[in-house]
């Protein structure tokens, strides 16, 4: 049986403020607007100990079935449904309404701010082997699941997702194009593109996440915590850039714009109707199985740059693991988070299984992520995506990113189809999150 204690949802607003600092060595981030606070004890339970684990990632049962045999008394049943966002969320805020969460969740970066809004995660910073974890993982990451907070752990960092450009590289070389270095060269490309019968890429309406990637490559920031109020600010002019940059392809029609990950869009990668897609680490595996025909074909290159010379990437998802508030063994479930997300066993199954690009330091090492990919030309690609971990720009998640990515979404939607434009429908996300966060009483200026 759990118990769950829901805090102050205006008391907490504070505490919930967490940068992305990148998933590199070299990123810092700043969290804070809250005094740190000291973690719960974390006793280990007596007896034997099961624990509960509702996740996204494919095949996470056979890599937990590693940790069950070695572990009888700490066993885990996994739990694996839709991503976050296709209504798993939801699902968790229900659950911890009921008081029936499960012990671990799976939570990504940019909704942590929510889940700890609400009170809905454990702070596991006492419980043996999470502070010894710290090591293991950047700054700017672990900064992601303290919120600033030094004793305070609220979640173990398990992936991350830095952005970089997929393109057909054969499709390039028989037109006569480099791989663009510019944001000003993709639209030159586009044009090109278009006149042979292609598209540069696909802009699709769900993905604003992705877009918030582009408008933080370009130094916006939706969201900012002055210590005693949040600031939101979705039409600042690095969005307004980016919007007006994709509104112009959308309007000389040289971007497709099917809903991604559908079988409509799947189909145009592998027919080679769309050359282009700028995003993460973890689009690897998507385009290998969505457009197998295209095997060797494709290369990744550095996100385009918004000006000749600079290096500067963005994230796209990645996630973390959580114990969900009310859990009765909190420091099992953290036991087997460490084991999870930090040692080289699990890693290494989780890279086989999920093709997870770990977060930690001692997966990065694993030789799977040296190796040549015949997919990509044998190209080393995850030294591409090093590289650009270590060039994100830092981005400021609200508590409110599930519902501000959808109400921007729906606007999009319109953009998309030439009803409206995407900076409209950043306009109205603005409204809609202002009206959320007071809606939740949380001080709010913007």
Not at 38 to 58: E, H, I, M, R
Not at 285 to 295: K, Q
């Amino acid at each position: 049986m759990k118990t769950t204690k829901f805090l102050s949802v205006a008391a907490l607003a504070v505490a919930a403020t967490v940068a992305l600092a990148g998933c590199s060595a070299g990123g810092s981030g700043s969290g804070g607007g809250s005094s740190d606070t000291a973690a719960a004890s974390c006793k280990p339970s007596s007896g034997k100990v099961t624990l509960d684990f509702t996740t996204w990632v494919p095949n996470m049962d056979k890599v937990v079935a590693i940790w069950n045999k070695a572990n009888p008394d700490i066993q885990v049943k996994t739990s694996i449904v839709a991503n976050g966002n296709s209504g798993t969320y939801q699902n968790f805020f229900n659950q911890l309404k009921a008081k029936q969460a499960p012990d671990i969740g799976q939570v990504e970066y940019d909704t942590l701010p929510a889940f700890r809004v609400q009170g809905g995660l454990e702070d596991i910073g006492a419980c043996s082997g999470i502070s010894a974890a710290k090591k293991d993982f950047s700054d700017g990451l672990w900064n992601q699941v303290t919120f600033g907070e030094s004793k305070s752990v609220y979640a173990v960092p398990q992936d991350s997702g830095p952005m970089a450009l997929y393109y057909r590289k054969d499709l390039f070389e028989k037109a006569g194009l480099d791989a663009p270095k510019t944001w000003e060269e993709y639209a030159e490309d586009a044009v090109k593109i278009k006149a042979l019968g292609g598209n540069i890429t696909n802009f699709a309406k769900g993905d604003v996440n992705q877009f918030a990637g582009l408008v933080s490559q370009a130094g916006g920031q939706w969201f900012a915590n002055s210590g005693d109020s949040w600031k939101v600010d979705l039409t600042d002019a690095k969005s307004k850039k980016v919007a007006d940059y994709w509104q112009d392809l959308i309007d000389k029609k040289l971007v497709n714009t099917l809903p991604s990950f559908t079988d409509q869009w799947n189909a145009a990668y592998d027919s080679g109707q769309d050359w282009t897609w700028v995003s993460a680490v973890w689009g690897a595996n998507t385009i290998s199985s969505g457009a197998p025909s295209t095997s060797g074909k494709w290369a990744v290159a550095p996100m385009p740059q918004w000006s000749e010379g600079e290096s500067k990437s963005a994230a796209w998802g990645g996630s973390s693991n959580v114990v969900f508030a009310g859990s009765e063994h909190p420091a099992e479930a953290s036991k087997f988070l460490v084991w999870l997300n930090t040692s080289t066993e699990a890693l290494s199954a989780l890279n086989k299984e999920a093709n997870l690009y770990p977060a930690s330091s001692t997966g990065a090492e694993l030789p799977a992520l040296t190796e040549g990919l015949p997919f990509y030309g044998n190209q080393k690609i995850y030294e591409e995506f090093a590289t650009a971990a270590k060039d994100i720009q830092p981005f400021t998640w609200g508590p409110t990113m599930t519902q501000t990515y959808s109400d921007v979404s729906d606007g999009f939607g319109s953009a998309a189809s030439g009803d409206g434009t995407l900076l409209e429908a950043l306009e109205s996300g603005q409204s809609k999150t202002v009206a959320a966060l007071k809606a939740q009483s949380i001080p709010v200026k913007g």
